[in-house]
């Protein structure tokens, strides 16, 4: 137990890397949750069982949309699979209602519960290093291509219908969560990784990984091979590629951390790009 809390409190040990997280997350996601928590601790005591009663529905809430992700093959990311989902385990199909969003309360429902996933599975293979260190550690590499990896299979049993969970997650209104859901990835993986880093470098790994995870996630969908072999050496290209730009940007005495991180950007940014027009949408819609 000991050493458990020892590891989920290392993170504290680097309270600037911690701030950089903070800002890497905020401007997309948590900035509401923060101004909603801030607003609760206003709030007199009478309301501590409306909070109460808000907690049930959630648990409601997350109970349906679990129930409705195997109806999503057949009926796609929208209302009707909720509705399924909802009936499946005997509650109304109108109870859909609860879900304005729509398709979209699915999709980032299943991006939340797979990156949980997945950061558990980084932990406990951490801890058992940690444990025993007999145990063999991966190079840093290895650990991100096979958290990669790891991850795009949970895509797979979806895969028929991704690209249309792709869409909605590029409509203006969904776009600050799906990129805040990505970002805390890719911050996880760097993190279980060994990355440590409290400058620049830290925005740096963050952008090359996620421009190498979108390229990959879009680079599967159109993967027809056996158990997606071609998928996963073009992640190792990708990551070896990535291994050579970040070489240089480092070495590089001309580059400012301005200039490096503007760099690293348009290389991202050229990846959501190639996304939108594989989903057929314009940012203008």
Known sequence: MAMLNS???????????????????????????????????????????????????????TKILCASLKFVPEMGWSKQAISAGAESIGYPGVIHGLFPNGGAALVLHFYSMSNHKLNQMLEKETLAIETDPSNPRKMPEQQIHDAIETRLRMVIPYKKTWSQALAIMTLPPNVPTALANLLTLIDDICYYAGDRSVDINWYTRRMILATIYKATELYMLQDTSEDHKKTWLFLDRRIKDALHVYAMLSSSAKSSPDETLSYVTEMATSVFVTARNIVGLSWNR
């Open 7 to 61: 590891f989920r409190s290392a993170r504290s040990r680097f309270p600037i890397a911690d701030g950089f997280r903070h800002l890497w997350t905020s401007r997309a996601l948590l900035s509401d949750q923060s101004e909603n928590d801030n607003n609760k601790k206003k709030e007199p005591q009478q309301f501590i069982h409306e909070e109460t009663d808000e907690e049930y529905e959630k648990n409601i809430k």
